[in-house]
């Protein structure tokens, strides 16, 4: 194996792909525009329905309406009083967005010292009406310490009496904490898809496509070995997969930086990366895109045609996203240790870790430890296939 040769056929397969704009829109345009852009768009969503839904709370009341309750509720920004002769079939077709059922004696009962009930429907398939739900209790909530208060005083007591501890509620976390937390949900997830999807249209046109052609026949009679062609296929394909990974990973961040989807209550920061955890993530990157570049070799070697190639390579994008969603809910610290050595699991487990910005020694040394036999296992079961002439002639 020729370092030289293995550098002609690599620059030979790098000109084909920079001129082939499916592959690049695959790997490098849809990370780096269709990822924000859908982010962007899911934000936006996200602030108009809410912003919406506190504009205008449309309510509904049985029983005693005017009572002082109803006036307090009122009070509160964008609520309002409809008038229905069937406010729970209004409120089930979405015409407004809660009914509250005030007893005629409520008046009374409070001031004789009883507990009476106030009812309240709502929603809860419309988000609008869970949110109403929401105000309609911190309403009543508000109503009733005020009820209290003026029982107590009735009889020389006052609310600090029934309230003898007051909780204050902190958090420990830095914003670095919080930044990372919430980037190890997201960004591992698109870093393990892209790296998985990112190589296939240059591994399924590397062989698949060439035995196709036809120009995979003049290719093996060139005085180039079958290990310098395979090397050199893998450096292209691992080359595409590492770009998605890396457009992924800088336009989410930078999506993030700007627009930190439920980061209202930090700055955003990437303090938490290191330069050990930084080495640590390219490292990962590199050997997973290995094994998938890999991995998409061999089942391109073993393809009969270009069509074929890509019916096979869905489950390569399985394989991803099998651990991608799996882990994507469980913080860092609970992943169970078997998923440190399992193919593409480990991968995501260590990217949590790094984001998270709480490393296990341990836990990276398995990683890279599996993921290396992973990749010796898939590049060994790609040079079998490349060595055999029948699956490289059509």
């Not at 370092?3 to 790098?14: G, N």
């Not at 009735?154 to 914003?175: F, K, N």
């Not at 961040?253 to 439920?262: C, Q, Y």
């Not at 990437?270 to 330069?275: A, D, E, R, S």
């Amino acid at each position: 194996m020729k370092r030289q040769q293995i550098w002609l056929v690599f620059r030979k397969e790098f000109i084909d792909l920079l001129r082939d704009r499916k592959t690049w829109i695959g790997a490098f345009v849809i990370p780096i525009v269709v990822i924000p852009l859908l982010f962007l768009l899911i934000g936006s969503s996200m602030s108009s329905v809410e912003e919406e839904a506190r504009s205008d709370i449309p309510l509904a009341v049985r029983g005693a309406a005017d009572h002082p309750l109803i006036e307090q509720l009122l009070q509160q920004p964008g609520t309002r009083l409809v008038q229905q002769s069937d406010p729970l079939a209004a409120l089930q077709q979405g015409e407004i967005r809660a009914v509250i059922q005030v007893p005629d004696d409520l008046e009374q009962r409070l001031a004789d010292g009883d507990t009476t009930q106030v009812k309240l429907w709502y929603d809860p398939s419309n988000q609008k009406s869970a949110y109403a739900r929401d105000v309609v209790e911190e309403a009543i909530d508000q109503y009733e310490r005020q009820v209290v208060a003026e029982r107590l005083e009735r009889v020389g007591l006052t609310l600090q009496t029934i309230q003898p501890i007051e909780t204050t509620v902190e958090s420990v976390a830095s914003d670095e904490r919080i930044t990372g937390s919430m980037l190890a949900s997201v960004i591992p997830l698109m870093l393990l898809l892209s790296l998985a999807s990112g190589g296939i249209p240059a591994a399924t046109d590397l062989v698949a496509g060439e035995k196709e052609r036809g120009t995979m026949e003049a290719l093996i009679a060139s005085p180039v070995s079958p290990s310098s062609l395979l090397t050199a296929k893998l450096f292209a394909v691992m080359l595409m997969s590492g770009v998605s990974a890396l457009a992924s990973l800088i336009s989410l961040s930078t999506v993030l930086a700007f627009s930190p989807l439920g980061m209202e209550q930090a700055n955003f920061s990437l303090g938490f990366l290191q330069p050990a955890t930084i080495a640590l993530l390219l490292l990962m990157l590199l050997l997973l895109a290995a094994f998938f570049a890999g991995l998409e070799l061999a089942i391109s070697t073993m393809a009969r045609s270009f069509k074929e190639a890509q019916t096979y390579m869905t489950p390569v994008v399985f394989l991803a996203m099998v651990p991608a969603y799996m882990l994507m809910p469980i913080n860092p610290v609970d992943i169970p240790l078997i998923y440190y050595l399992l193919p593409a699991f480990n991968g995501m487990a260590i990217f949590k870790e790094v984001f998270y910005g709480v490393v296990e020694p341990l836990h990276a040394l398995l990683v890279v430890a599996s993921s290396l036999v992973y990749v010796v296992l898939v590049i060994w079961l790609a040079a079998r296939f490349f060595q055999k002439e029948s699956l490289l002639v059509k």
